[in-house]
């Protein structure tokens, strides 16, 4: 299915391409600005003026993978503690100011950054940035608002990680798959490590990576550049700059060069499922196009019912009931690229792994065809388009991308470098990270199955 692509002629496949690529081009769009404040704060501006919203988005650089040793989870826990309150606005002040005027909040932490965001109208942009502003250093902790707090992350881990069982399987596969670097632990960290997180230990993290000149204002939405920087340089502005912080430096992963398997079995567990997943390069550390081409490599093999995998092994064969694939592309330091499965019927679990295994062969072996690689460029770039079509998700994308070692200017010429990626460049790639030999695979598994035996203890 799917073969319009080969029937039209050079000269048709020549103008739809050119059409395509000028629809693309985000240079095309509204003019997005971006500038520094006196202080080093970088900020954003992307101005949608189809609804009367803004999304006000802070960025830190700093995230669980910039945790000190032995205190993993104190990024995620931070996050948690800056709702707080400060010395000018008492804890939940800063939250009924948001409802009152019928915004939303929150934030979130991940390997590389921790970000605090608030959707509202464009009258209210100024508020909150006075709020994040003053957040931003002038956070007031006591033991008093601490220890409850490390109560609800330790109850957050139970709930969200250690009851359920996929999570398990993917904390362990996690642990395993990274042997030096700290992406090796989850974001939330460790529970017996959370447990002994405290308020110097917040604090202390707070001092090293909370300061203007290590964060990033993107504001999307009914806004324009001028009010932005007039607001901010008043906000943000009035905040002095912290000392520099040396390069984000963090230990690498060694040579892969062994085949790792880990066995998880639970009761409740009814379907048996696996997971393959190897160390790959990432935006924020690949060679030029060697990222561009494994987020098409994870398209053509896992991106949804057009997919190879799909087709072969849920269409065609059907012997699963899902399967896929991913990259893990946007992060600072090299990241990883997964395939899964789990059967369907009389299949077994080994039938699946080895329908995957064989599919990653043929592209190492055989390559991609030219029209099957147009078809995954036009569909990864049509996703990443719709994710643009919304203030927050925009705010997100250009967040994620400058915390990750990306520029504006990078990031708007994404299109064009993904179109650029030649079948040869996809082979290379899977050829260079996907050794089978090379990987660290996941089961989890019923209890009693026969798959190496396990049982449920």
Known sequence: MGTGMDQISPLQASRTLEAATASEDWRRG???????????????????????IVTHMVWYKAGGADEPPGRSGIAHFLEHLMFKGTRNHPAGEFDARVAEIGGRQNAFTGFDYTAYHQ???????????????????????????????????????????????????????????????????RVIGWMHEIEQLNREDALAFYDRYYH?????LVVAGDVDSTTVRKLAEKTYGAIPRGGD???????????????????????????????????????????????????????????????????????????????????????????????????????TIEEVENAIDDEVEKIIAGGVTGPELERAKSHLIRSM???????????????????????????????????????KDVQSAARKYLNLDHSVTGYLLPCETSVSGAKCQ
């Open 119 to 185: 959707m509202v109208t464009p009258e209210a942009l100024g508020t909150m940035m006075e709020y994040e502003a003053d957040r931003m250093r002038h956070l007031l902790l006591t033991d008093e608002v601490v220890a409850p707090e490390r109560e609800v992350v330790r109850e957050e881990r139970r709930m969200r990680y250690e009851n359920e069982p996929h999570a398990c399987l993917d904390e362990a596969l996690r642990a395993t798959l990274y042997q030096n670097h700290p992406y090796r632990i």
């Open 212 to 216: 203007p000149n290590n964060a990033i």
């Open 245 to 347: 912080l040396p390069p984000r430096v963090r230990p690498q992963e060694p040579k892969q060069d062994t085949k790792r398997t880990i066995v998880l079995t639970d009761p409740r567990v009814t379907v048996p499922e696996f997971e393959k997943s190897w160390v790959t390069t990432s935006y924020g550390s690949s060679e030029p196009g060697e990222a561009e081409a494994l987020d098409l490599l994870s398209e053509l093999l896992g991106g949804g019912w057009h997919s190879r995998l799909y087709q072969e092994l849920v269409v065609k064969r059907g012997i699963a009931g899902t399967a896929g694939a991913y990259f893990n592309g946007t992060s600072l330091d090299p990241s990883s690229f997964g395939v899964y499965g789990a059967p369907r019927g009389d299949a």
């Open 30 to 52: 509204p003019e997005i600005a971006s500038f520094l404040l006196d202080n080093g704060m970088e900020v954003v501006v992307i101005p949608d003026h189809r609804m009367p």
């Open 385 to 423: 388009i719709f994710r643009r079509d919304s203030p927050a998700g925009v705010a997100m994308l250009y967040g994620k991308a400058l915390t990750t070692g990306r520029t504006v200017d990078d990031l708007h010429a994404w299109p064009l470098r993904i179109r650029a990626v030649t079948p």
